[in-house]
């Protein structure tokens, strides 16, 4: 029998993170993966295929509509589907076999198989078990289900798909119809919008993007519509049936209750995202859960059965990979001794759409509802230069700044490389920075970022260029 200080089960951004961690502070470390390869949802069906595939339609919506403008005439390049998902397929090999390398340079053994937990300090894969020190779950999440879809038994062939089917079509439909206008929903929606598909977004809310800044929102609505996408708001989505090839989703409007019916080629479920926690036994060892499903923990990740921590998706908070890396760091330093922590106020969110989509910190919603005094400034990239010569002027840098202290309490940006910039803001957070120490901090001409410091300027004196 095997003897480990920590097992982690599961190798997704949380658990590779912690694994490689754990090997790095000194503990003999294995983790648990099922699929064939490492990285989890995000390398292998997640964030990191879903770049692949904006970008490439990114490039092809450049040479559709700004080549001629630039002066680059000929005719627009054709999608050869087959090329860009072996495209999207290589960049996951790519970055897969990259977390194969680091296991082995930090000397992290990878035990291939599903794990359970028959007690504390044991992991079980196949026949074998395996004695730990320490257990890190970091199974991750699924697709939640939506009521009446039955995507499981569509996945393959296309039609009523999750967002992994969503990303291995057989082709380009002609229809698409997107349930459920978050990050997902609106990634892949404008993927195949942009690849020629026309797209229908049915969303629950009367807005897209739930707990997104308000004004970012209605923007972002805008300019995808722009782009194409229809969106069908207050409607709750009862069913979706395939006949003929087809699927028909029907929905109820939540203005007047009326049944209404949507037809389309393809069909995707993006309606959020569950714990995924399933075989590992939880139950039998009697560990918390909280009442959505979610592996209860306290504020080092220990949960309620000792030696066993959680992190990432399968515990509570956003479900985002950054997240999910960074507890995983910082639950390896609390097994190593360590004071491992992680700021929760200030974890970005970003979009990858075009334009790109960033927050950080509070909404003015929410700083509302708190009552908290506080001051706006916003920058739109038209009066970006460098903005503006890549046809991306149709945003805005948003900067929330307590009134009394000017101390930065949250940022939204709506514009071109959103999800680099915001990260300005972050560093700024974490040292409790002002607007106007980003203000009076020199950035480079002409980038994207003068915005931010122009946003910046914008809680004190003024905006230069607006
Ligand atoms: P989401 O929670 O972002 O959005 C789901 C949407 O579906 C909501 O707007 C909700 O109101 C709507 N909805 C729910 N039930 C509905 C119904 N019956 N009819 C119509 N609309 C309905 O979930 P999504 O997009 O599936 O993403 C799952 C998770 O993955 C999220 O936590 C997200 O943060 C994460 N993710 C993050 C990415 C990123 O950081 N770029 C990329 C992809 C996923």
Redesign the pocket.
């Known amino acids: 029998m095997s003897q480990y200080d920590v097992i982690v089960i599961g190798a997704g951004p949380g658990g590779y993170v912690a694994a490689i961690r754990c090997a790095q502070l000194g503990l003999k470390t294995a983790c648990v993966e099922g699929r064939e390869t490492l990285g989890g949802t995000c390398l292998n069906v ?2 990191i295929p ?1 770049k692949a595939l904006l970008h490439a339609s990114h490039q092809l919506h450049e040479a559709e509509h700004n080549f001629a403008k630039m002066g680059l005439k000929g005719k627009a390049p054709s999608v050869d589907w087959k090329q860009m998902l072996s495209y999207k397929d290589d960049v996951i090999g790519q970055n897969t076999k990259g977390i194969e390398f680091l296991f082995k340079k930090n000397k992290v053994d990878w035990i291939k198989g599903w794990a359970s937990i028959p007690e504390a300090g044991k992991v079980k894969v196949g026949d074998e078990t395996y004695d730990a020190k320490n257990i890190i779950i970091a199974s991750g ?1 699924e ?2 289900p ?2 009446g879809a039955d995507v499981t038994v569509d996945n393959d062939k296309g039609i009523v798909v999750d ?1 992994t089917g969503a990303l291995a079509l057989p082709k380009v439909p002609k229809k698409m119809i997107v ?9 892949m929606g404008s993927v195949y919008a942009r690849l020629g598909a026309e797209v229908e977004v ?4 009367d807005h ?4 997104m800044d308000s004004e970012v929102s209605r923007q972002f609505q805008k300019l995808l519509q722009k782009q194409g996408l229809k969106f069908t708001l207050n ?4 069913a979706v049936t395939v006949k003929g090839g087809k699927a028909t989703v029907t ?1 109820k409007s939540r203005k007047d209750d009326s049944e209404n019916e949507a037809q389309a080629d393809v069909v995707l ?5 569950r714990p995924f926690v399933d075989g590992l036994g939880l139950e039998a060892l009697g560990v918390e859960m909280t009442k959505r499903g979610q592996i209860a923990t306290d504020d080092h990740w220990r949960t309620s059965v000792k030696g066993i921590y959680a992190i990432g ?1 399968a515990i509570e908070g ?5 997240k999910a890396e960074d507890e995983g760091m910082a639950a390896a330093e609390v097994i190593a001794g360590k004071h491992g922590h992680v700021n929760y106020g200030v974890i970005p ?4 759409t075009a334009p790109e989509v960033a927050s950080v910190g509070k909404t003015e919603e929410q700083l509302k509802e708190e009552g908290r005094a506080y001051k706006v400034g916003k920058f739109s990239f038209m009066g970006n230069g460098r903005a503006k010569a890549v046809f991306q002027g149709e945003g805005f840098v948003k900067l929330l700044a307590d009134k009394e202290t000017d101390r930065i309490l949250g940022a939204h940006i709506i514009g071109p490389a959103a ?1 680099d910039l915001i990260h300005e803001i972050c560093v700024g957070m974490e040292f409790g920075a002002s607007a106007e120490d980003i203000a009076l901090t020199c950035h480079a001409h002409p980038t994207f970022s003068e915005a931010v410091r122009e946003a910046a300027l914008a809680c004190g004196d003024g905006a230069i260029h607006a």
């Open positions: 997640g964030c879903s999440s697709p939640s939506v009521p967002s349930i459920g206008a978050g990050v997902i929903g609106l990634e049915i969303e629950f809310l897209i993007t739930p707990g409607a709750a989505v009862q929905y479920c993006a309606t959020g995202r998706d956003p479900m985002l990979a950054h969110g970003v979009i990858y999800g």
